[in-house]
């Protein structure tokens, strides 16, 4: 069966699943790619292990190690694998849990949540299992309902010429971009560029920046790259700074971050 074809089983099995939630563990390699989909459920995508990059109309989501990605229903998003991926996902119905978010959000996962992620997709093994899931489904939805957002989105502008600007800027990542620069190349001034790049993506430039430079760095991190190394591929010119900026992005610092994503 080609990835294809397990593609359109799994969405045919999302669709056609019964009761609140229906589970889906899967392994991808480096570099595959989930085409183009959406679905009747709320998606919580958890990357259990690598980082996965989701792409949709209204921006693209960075999902490191030890996140996840609420998906509401009728979002068309496309996945894409950053290096190996162990992806366990859950497709929830709209009526088991108020109040489900309406738009994409990255959420870090708490360790109880992990651990109730991991019980929900085991297969079945003998006949307790289903009282074991009758127990376990409540807590769990409880527990995912209230998981802390973090700001790993990178919304695109829907100017062109502002969208061909970030685009070229995800190519070569830099600290150093200036607004400046920017608004004279679309030939606008400092004050309408800086109005119009936050109407359009509801960020200011400064962190969306920041936030482009970490999607370029954590997949390299995730990927064993020593952070001297990425951050001076970067263009930052001190690790220190490097570190501050993870650090105000994430809430800790690289090889803290690595060190504890690494030991799950």
């Given at each position: 069966?080609?990835?294809?074809?397990?593609?359109?089983?799994?969405?045919?099995?999302?669709?056609?699943?019964?009761?609140?939630?229906?589970?889906?563990?899967?392994?991808?390699?480096?570099?595959?790619?989930?085409?183009?989909?959406?679905?009747?459920?709320?998606?919580?995508?958890?990357?259990?292990?690598?980082?996965?990059?989701?792409?949709?109309?209204?921006?693209?989501?960075?999902?490191?190690?030890?996140h996840a990605l609420w998906i509401p229903p009728g979002v068309e998003h496309s996945v894409e694998m950053l290096g190996a991926v162990t992806m366990l996902s859950l497709y929830i119905d709209a009526s088991a849990v108020p109040d489900l978010p309406a738009f994409v959000r990255v959420v870090s996962i708490t360790g109880l949540a992990r651990e109730l992620i991991i019980e929900a997709v085991q297969p079945p093994s003998d006949d307790n299992s289903r009282e074991r899931a009758d127990l376990i489904l409540p807590l769990l939805l409880n527990v995912v309902a209230k998981l802390p957002d973090i700001s790993l989105g990178l919304p695109f502008p829907e100017d062109p010429r502002l969208a061909a600007l970030c685009r070229r800027f995800i190519a070569n990542p830099t600290p150093d971009l200036i607004i400046d620069v920017w608004a004279r190349e679309l030939s606008m001034s400092?004050?309408?560029?800086?109005?119009?790049?936050?109407?359009?993506?509801?960020?200011?430039?400064?962190?969306?920046?920041?936030?482009?430079?970490?999607?370029?760095?954590?997949?390299?991190?995730?990927?064993?790259?020593?952070?001297?190394?990425?951050?001076?591929?970067?263009?930052?010119?001190?690790?220190?700074?490097?570190?501050?900026?993870?650090?105000?992005?994430?809430?800790?610092?690289?090889?803290?971050?690595?060190?504890?994503?690494?030991?799950?």
């Open positions: 069966m080609g990835p294809r074809s397990k593609h359109y089983d799994r969405l045919w099995a999302i669709e056609t699943a019964a009761g609140p939630v229906h589970t889906s563990p899967n392994h991808y390699s480096a570099g595959d790619l989930v085409e183009r989909h959406s679905h009747k459920r709320t998606q919580l995508l958890y990357a259990r292990s690598g980082v996965v990059l989701v792409t949709t109309d209204q921006g693209r989501w960075m999902v490191p190690p030890e400092r004050r309408a560029f800086t109005r119009a790049f936050r109407r359009q993506t509801g960020l200011s430039l400064s962190v969306w920046r920041q936030q482009a430079c970490l999607f370029a760095a954590l997949p390299r991190l995730a990927a064993g790259e020593a952070v001297t190394t990425v951050a001076l591929d970067l263009g930052y010119g001190s690790i220190p700074a490097f570190t501050t900026m993870f650090k105000r992005m994430l809430g800790t610092s690289p090889r803290s971050y690595l060190t504890s994503h690494s030991n799950h």
